[in-house]
């Protein structure tokens, strides 16, 4: 099924289904948390997998493709994050995942049951992880504007996933024209806040239902955040998919290492938000299944002293009591002042045929 604006309302990644009345899709981020360590990389897939994740998610860059040897005004970070004082190229040589190791992450990512697929910077890493056969593309929230890019991954047919971080409505609805453009029909889109770590009170969950509502695509959550409570806040609001960085021990230190989840951190986060999306449920009044047993123990209507034939019933003998099998309580106004058509015991549930 597609939306007005010509998306699919659900997108299908290597046979999972992502979208509304699914379980959250959780991708466990690698990033730059394998330390340039590949047996690092390897065992946090393996806990990733045993976590319950859905899918890893890799970061495909050389520091060439992403910025200059240069430390000239700009090219040095001086903003307030983990990486302040650092040259771009020297913090991107450090962060990325060695080209030739992805037929290795990708094979080990699908032997231990979860979906492997990468964030791409460039044509060339789009042609890289097309020969590993990659079922989705994701754009990274700095790349949001980059609508070669955008279509370039798009024109292979794959579904895509685009952060949104820092992008205003207008810039978002440039990037799904670039995808619209392409080819492309199945995108799922990530609010996020690209600070890092980002703070709780910067999430802006509530824009999660109006992206939905706005763009016509499934929406879920790129979580910077410290801890798990916001993701599994935004699966309450109807997040499809959440995107959180996993890393296997705080040290060795890592680019990422700050703001990412433990193993027990993200098996708690993949419980969470699964419950979370399940206790959505659906627009229901009145008792649901399991419930039904308990309308025994409802307040009703009963005698609560002996009652005599023709006696008038009163708020002295008839009272609202557990269990719930007598008149409901709302008749009492209606019962008192009527007589009884004969005697009635203590403890007898009222109905309308004890009365005159």
């Not at 706005?214 to 997040?239: E, I, Y």
């Amino acid at each position: 099924m597609t939306s007005a604006t010509g998306f699919a309302r659900e997108v299908t990644i290597d046979g999972r289904a992502i979208g509304p009345g699914h379980p959250p899709f959780i991708i466990a981020e690698l990033s730059a948390n394998h330390g340039g360590d590949l047996e690092r990389a390897l065992r946090i897939i393996r806990q990733a997998a045993a976590a319950g994740a859905d899918a890893v998610k890799f970061q495909a860059y050389t520091a060439d493709s992403l910025t200059l040897d240069h430390s000239g005004p700009g090219f040095v970070i001086d903003s307030d994050n983990p990486w302040t004082g650092e040259r771009l190229y020297d913090l991107y040589r450090r962060a990325a995942t060695p080209y030739e190791w992805f037929p290795t992450l990708f094979a080990a990512t699908r032997e231990a049951g979860l979906i492997p697929f990468a964030s791409p910077f460039d044509a060339d890493a789009v042609a890289m992880l097309e020969t590993l056969d990659a079922p989705a593309h994701k754009i990274a929230s700095f790349e949001a504007v980059d609508t070669e890019l955008i279509a370039c991954c798009a024109a292979t047919g794959k579904p895509l996933i685009i952060s949104t971080g820092m992008s205003n409505a207008d810039e978002v609805a440039d990037a799904l024209a670039a995808v619209h453009e392409a080819g492309g029909t199945q995108v799922v889109l990530l609010k996020c806040t690209s600070a890092y770590p980002a703070d709780a009170r910067e999430a802006n969950l509530r824009t999660i239902p109006e992206m939905a509502r706005r763009f016509g695509v499934p929406v879920g959550l790129s979580d910077h955040t410290m801890g798990t409570a916001v993701s599994a806040a935004a699966c309450a609001l109807g997040a499809c998919a959440i995107e959180k960085h996993v890393i296997d021990a705080r040290e060795p230190e890592t680019a990422d290492s700050i703001f990412s989840l433990l193993p027990d951190d993200l098996a708690r986060l993949v419980a969470d938000c699964r419950d979370a999306a399940a206790a959505l449920g659906t627009v229901h009044f009145g008792p649901g299944e399991r419930e039904r047993q308990s309308l025994a123990f409802r307040r009703s209507l009963y005698a609560v002293r002996p009652i005599a034939a023709g006696e008038a019933i009163s708020r002295d003998n008839v009272r609202s009591i557990r269990p719930g099998f007598g008149l409901p309580v709302k008749t009492l106004r209606q019962l008192v002042g009527r007589r009884a058509r004969a005697a009635i015991a203590a403890g007898t549930p009222m109905s309308w045929d004890l009365v005159e």
